[in-house]
């Protein structure tokens, strides 16, 4: 069950849905903010957290969290937030009770995004737009047959699933910016 919740996030994420699901790293509408001027390559800053929460549709700020490579991990735990001019900063990344969260929003870490600085190493998503079908339930097939003189057993699941992202395109509101429900960090080399 492991080897298939495993192989099924792969897809969701990164799946380019030549047989097997669009993931949603290249779904239509997904939004890609630039880095903020004067950021170092292989660097998260604050101001392009901050760019990415401002392209999110306002009706996904509910149900959106934030994916990460845990390559990230370190350069979120430097961020922080300048509150007041009196120099004081506040932590960007917080954990309580072994959840973490990223601006207020949960983060799950995943090594199905790319390492950091590569383009999406972190996003933004509302996952409740991110749609998922399966045709059928799991199958498990066993064989001893093939490898009857080594004692092994031979296992074989068959999954039949489907997945993407609910927006064809990302949404110009009356005012600003186009928004979406899934908003990527770009490629800062």
Not at 60 to 75: I, K, R, T
Request: proline share 4%; with cysteine; aromatic share 6%.
């Amino acid at each position: 069950s492991s080897a298939i919740a495993w192989n099924l996030d792969s897809a969701f994420v990164g799946g380019n849905g030549a047989g097997r699901p669009l993931g949603r790293r290249n779904v239509p509408g997904k939004i890609v903010v630039t880095k903020a001027v004067g950021a170092a390559a292989d660097t998260i800053v604050d101001d392009s957290c901050a760019q990415m929460l401002a392209r999110l549709a306002p009706e996904c700020h509910d149900n959106a969290g934030w994916l990460a490579n845990q390559s990230c991990l370190p350069e979120l735990i430097g961020m922080s937030v300048a509150i007041g001019t009196a120099g004081s900063h506040i932590p960007a990344l917080k954990e309580s009770s072994g959840e973490w969260r990223l601006l207020t929003r949960p983060i799950i870490f995943t090594e199905h995004c790319p390492v950091l600085g590569d383009e999406d190493d972190i996003i933004l998503v509302d996952l409740s737009r991110y749609m998922v079908g399966l045709r059928s339930e799991v199958r498990v097939d066993v064989s001893s047959h093939i490898g009857f003189q080594e004692d092994e057993t031979y296992f074989r699941a068959i999954v039949r699933a489907d997945g993407q992202g609910s927006w064809q395109s990302a949404r110009t509101p009356d005012n600003g910016d186009t928004v979406s429900w899934l908003v990527s960090l770009a490629e800062r080399a």
